[in-house]
Structures are given as structure tokens and as C-alpha cells.
């Protein structure tokens, strides 16, 4: 099963859209009561999106629209309430 990751190192930044092939476990180490010490393990990754211009410039067209839909309503809204007090 493939799984769709957006990258980043958690500061907001996006490196990509990935997805996991593989996960291969390499090494485990235990404390003696079974807890988990350290897990080793290799991933490996196919990147899936074409650049991250590329999604970028798919946000950008999104908030255009969202811009202009938010504009629309606010001239129907000041069309309504200029009917109002006329």
C-alpha cells in the first residue's frame, strides 16, 4: 500500500509530495523490560508532485478565487443594505 506524504522538517516549509515504498526495519534495541530503545530503519520515497512551484502556483490560483468570491459577496451585501436604508 502507497501512502501520500507532504515533506517538511515541521517549520512550515514544504518539500514536496512523497510517497513511502518502502519501510525496511534494520536494527531494534531493547531496554530489558521490552520498551523500545532504537529503531533503525530505511525508507524509500517517490516524489509525486511535479515541483514545489508547481503546488505553489495551485494554492495562489485557489486564494484568487477564494479573493474574488469574498469580494462578490461583500458587493451583494452592500447592495442589500444600501436597498435597505434608500
Not at 512523497?18 to 530503519?41: C, H, L, M, W, Y
Amino acid at each position: 500500500m502507497h501512502r501520500k506524504w507532504r515533506a517538511s522538517l515541521g517549520s512550515g516549509t514544504i518539500y514536496g509530495v512523497f510517497v513511502v515504498n518502502s519501510i525496511i526495519q534494520t536494527k531494534t534495541d531493547f531496554f530489558p523490560d521490552g520498551r523500545a530503545r532504537r529503531i533503525e530503519f530505511t525508507v524509500t520515497l517517490t516524489r509525486v508532485d511535479s515541483s514545489l512551484s508547481a503546488m505553489l502556483g495551485d494554492l495562489r490560483q485557489q486564494a484568487e478565487g477564494l479573493i474574488g468570491s469574498a469580494g462578490e459577496l461583500a458587493n451583494k451585501a452592500q447592495s442589500t443594505i444600501g436597498g435597505l436604508f434608500s
